[in-house]
């Protein structure tokens, strides 16, 4: 298992991301944070970041971070599963963290934090070897933001060792309004419903996904004055969506 195979759940008004599924928590200490416009996932992940640091010396453990609405505040259970008995001072590490004022603001800082435009080809660095197939399509996908975006093309991309990589690009107009946090937890939501099951030209099934979205059609592998392009890439296993860590 590589350090970037974390996988994230989504529910109503609640993510979890952990190493190891099904997910279990034998160790778990819970927090509050004041509810605000902030990304569930990132925030997640912020957390996880800081228990995984504090607890990875401990023989046997998984961690998973499930974070969630109530009422006005955002509950944050941290913990994991334990393959043997957790130390005494596991639980008091864990609490540390959660309770450390500097990770706190740091996190809801992180979660709320609008992602600068990003150029896609720069970070991906798409090989120049890669047999491409270019599709356009005019649909509207149901997200969990609830913002209007269609699908400016998907491209199939037949890399050197074989594998097939699928790339589909959003247009959402208002992602400039609401920057990379609005749309957050838009991208796992696409991986299930619109990558897995795509239906590949040569019906062979994709390795990766990256799905992208701009705030206005541009051309491939290129930016525009004014255009926010976000992107994130999962990895395809068993039928799942494995966010994938740049």
Do not use: K, N
């Given at each position: 298992m590589t350090r970037n195979n974390w996988h994230i759940l989504r529910a109503d008004r609640a993510v979890t991301v952990a190493r190891v599924l099904p997910v279990r928590f034998d160790l778990r200490e819970t927090t509050r944070l004041p509810a605000g416009a902030v990304s569930l996932t990132r925030?997640?992940?912020?957390?996880?970041?800081?228990?995984?640091?504090?607890?990875?010396?401990?023989?046997?453990?998984?961690?998973?971070?499930?974070?969630?609405?109530?009422?006005?505040?955002?509950?944050?259970?941290?913990?994991?599963?334990?393959?043997?008995?957790?130390?005494?001072?596991a639980g008091e590490d864990l609490r540390a963290v959660l309770e450390d004022p500097d990770n706190r603001r740091r996190w809801?800082?992180?979660?709320?934090?609008?992602?600068?435009?990003?150029?896609?080809?720069?970070?991906?660095?798409?090989?120049?070897?890669?047999?491409?197939?270019?599709?356009?399509?005019?649909?509207?996908?149901?997200?969990?933001?609830?913002?209007?975006?269609?699908?400016?093309?998907?491209?199939?991309?037949?890399?050197?060792?074989?594998?097939?990589?699928?790339?589909?690009?959003?247009?959402?107009?208002?992602?400039?309004?609401?920057?990379?946090?609005?749309?957050?937890?838009?991208?796992a939501a696409l991986c299930a419903t619109q990558a897995l099951g795509y239906p590949t030209t040569d019906g062979q099934k994709p390795a990766q996904a990256v799905i992208s979205i701009a705030s206005a059609p541009v051309d491939f592998a290129t930016t525009a004055p004014g255009v926010m392009q976000v992107f994130e890439a999962f990895r395809i296993e068993n039928d799942t969506c494995v966010w994938e860590e740049f």
């Open positions: 925030l997640a992940q912020q957390v996880r970041q800081d228990v995984w640091r504090a607890l990875r010396r401990m023989g046997g453990f998984a961690p998973a971070v499930r974070v969630s609405h109530e009422m006005d505040t955002i509950l944050v259970e941290a913990g994991g599963r334990t393959e043997r008995r957790a130390p005494a001072r809801l800082a992180h979660a709320g934090r609008r992602a600068q435009a990003l150029v896609i080809v720069a970070a991906m660095g798409v090989p120049c070897t890669a047999a491409t197939t270019v599709r356009g399509q005019e649909e509207t996908p149901a997200v969990p933001s609830g913002l209007p975006m269609t699908l400016q093309e998907a491209r199939e991309e037949l890399q050197p060792d074989g594998t097939l990589w699928l790339r589909l690009r959003y247009v959402a107009p208002d992602l400039a309004t609401g920057g990379y946090a609005a749309v957050a937890d838009d991208f």
